[in-house]
C-alpha cells in the first residue's frame, strides 16, 4: 500500500491510500495507530458498513465502507474506505482515480476552501454523486423511450423493458441509500459542526434533489406497470368475450348436427329432397336469433357493435358539418335576423324602448274602448 499526504491551509490534512496487497499497511497503522483496527477490517471488507464512534478525549470518528460507481457502466464498482475526524481525512481506494479528479478544477480549489475534514470528506461524496446525475439522466432518456413504446404499440415483450428498467432503479438506489446513511451519520458525529458548512449544506440539498428524482422515477414505473396489467386485463377479457359469443352462436349448428348426425334409421326430414335446406335455414334462424339476443341484452359489448358505432359516429358527424355549413337551418336564419329593437334607430324619444313600454298601458285601454 503506498499513501501521500496533503495538509491544506485550515489545518486539516487528507491522507490517501491505494491498497496493494493484505500485509502493505503497516507503514500507515505504524503512523496512525488509532486507524490500525480500521485498516485491518478494511482490507477484507466488501459491503457498505458506515460506524460512528468516540475517541479517547471525546474526538468523534466517523469510518466505514463506501461501494461508489466510478463511471456509467455498472460494474465498474469499487469500494471507497473511509476514516475521518476533525482534523484528518483517511481513504483507501483500489485505483487513483477518485482522487486525481479531486485534484483537478474546480474541485482542488474547493478542497482549499474546507474547514475541517469532514467537510471534505462530504464534497468527495458531492463528487460522487456527480455519477448519479449522469446516470439518473441516462435513465430518464430510457424511461422516456419506454413510455413512448407504450403509447405508440404495447407489445408482449413490454413488461420485460419495464422490468429492465425497474432493476436499473433499484441498482442506483443501492448506491444512493448508503451516502444518505452517511449524510445522517455525520450529522450524530460531528453535530454543531455540520449545519454551518458550505459542503454540508451543498450535499445536503443534492442528496434532496436526487432523492426526489428516484421517487418520481419509482412512481413512473409503478405506473407503467398498471397501465400493462391493465391493458393485460382488458386483452385478455376481449378474448374470453370473443370465443364466449362465438360458442353461443355457433351452439345452435352444433346441436342440430349432433341431433341430425345420430345413426337412427327415422329421422324428421331424413329422405325429403328439401330436408337439408330446411335443416340449413331453421340452422341459421336460430343463429341469428341467439346473436339478436345477445345484441339486445348488451352482451356482445364492444366487439362487435364498435366498428359499426364508429362508422354511424363519423358518418353523423360528417351530415352535421356539411349541414352546419352548406345550408343554415332555421335556428341560423332566426339568428342571422336581426331583430327590430337591434336595427331601429332612436330619432327622438318616441322611438326609445322605455317610451313604448310607457304608452303600452294606455294603448292596451284604447283597444278594449274600440272593442
Not at 491498497?19 to 478494511?42: F, G, M, V, Y
Request: charged share 20%; proline share 4%.
Amino acid at each position: 500500500m503506498t499513501h501521500r499526504k496533503f495538509r491544506y491551509h485550515a489545518g486539516w490534512e487528507w491522507m490517501h491510500s491505494l491498497q496493494a496487497s493484505d500485509n502493505s499497511h503497516l507503514t500507515l497503522k505504524k503512523d496512525i495507530p488509532l486507524c490500525a483496527r480500521w485498516l485491518d477490517e478494511s482490507v477484507l471488507r466488501t459491503t457498505n458498513h458506515i460506524h460512528v464512534t468516540i475517541l479517547h478525549g471525546g474526538l468523534p470518528l466517523l469510518q466505514g465502507s463506501l461501494l461508489i460507481q466510478m463511471s456509467d457502466d455498472e460494474q465498474d464498482v469499487q469500494m471507497l474506505h473511509f476514516w475521518v475526524t476533525p482534523e484528518q481525512m483517511i481513504t483507501l481506494h483500489s485505483d487513483l482515480r477518485l482522487v486525481l479528479r479531486m485534484q483537478r478544477s474546480p474541485w482542488n480549489e474547493r478542497l482549499e476552501q474546507c474547514g475541517s475534514a469532514p467537510e471534505a470528506f462530504m464534497l468527495l461524496l458531492s463528487h460522487v454523486l456527480d455519477t448519479f446525475h449522469e446516470g439518473l439522466d441516462s435513465f430518464e432518456a430510457k424511461l422516456h423511450q419506454l413510455e413512448n413504446s407504450m403509447r405508440r404499440r404495447n407489445r408482449a415483450d413490454l413488461m420485460d423493458g419495464i422490468f429492465e428498467r425497474r432493476y436499473e432503479l433499484l441498482h442506483w438506489s443501492q448506491l444512493f441509500v448508503p451516502v444518505l446513511e452517511i449524510e445522517m451519520a455525520a450529522r450524530e458525529a460531528f453535530l454543531q459542526h455540520y449545519d454551518a458548512t458550505e459542503g454540508f449544506s451543498r450535499l445536503r440539498f443534492k442528496l434532496e434533489r436526487i432523492d426526489s428524482l428516484m421517487k418520481h422515477y419509482n412512481q413512473q414505473i409503478d405506473t407503467l406497470i398498471s397501465m400493462d396489467d391493465a391493458i393485460s386485463n382488458l386483452r385478455g377479457t376481449d378474448v374470453m368475450k370473443t370465443l364466449t359469443i362465438f360458442t353461443a352462436l355457433f351452439t345452435p349448428a352444433g346441436v342440430v348436427g349432433a341431433l341430425w348426425g345420430m345413426n337412427f334409421q327415422r329421422l324428421p326430414w331424413l329422405r325429403e329432397s328439401w330436408g337439408f335446406a330446411l335443416v340449413l335455414g331453421i340452422t341459421g334462424l336460430l343463429t341469428a336469433g341467439v346473436y339478436f339476443w345477445l345484441w339486445y341484452k348488451g352482451w356482445t359489448g364492444d366487439l362487435l357493435k364498435s366498428g359499426r358505432s364508429s362508422k354511424a359516429a363519423a358518418s353523423k358527424h360528417g351530415h352535421g358539418q356539411a349541414g352546419g355549413s352548406g345550408r343554415p337551418g332555421s335556428s341560423d336564419r332566426a339568428h342571422a335576423r336581426p331583430s327590430q329593437n337591434d336595427t331601429a334607430p332612436i330619432a327622438d324619444g318616441s322611438n326609445h324602448p322605455s317610451d313604448h313600454a310607457a304608452d303600452s298601458p294606455s294603448r292596451s285601454s284604447r283597444s278594449r274602448s274600440r272593442s
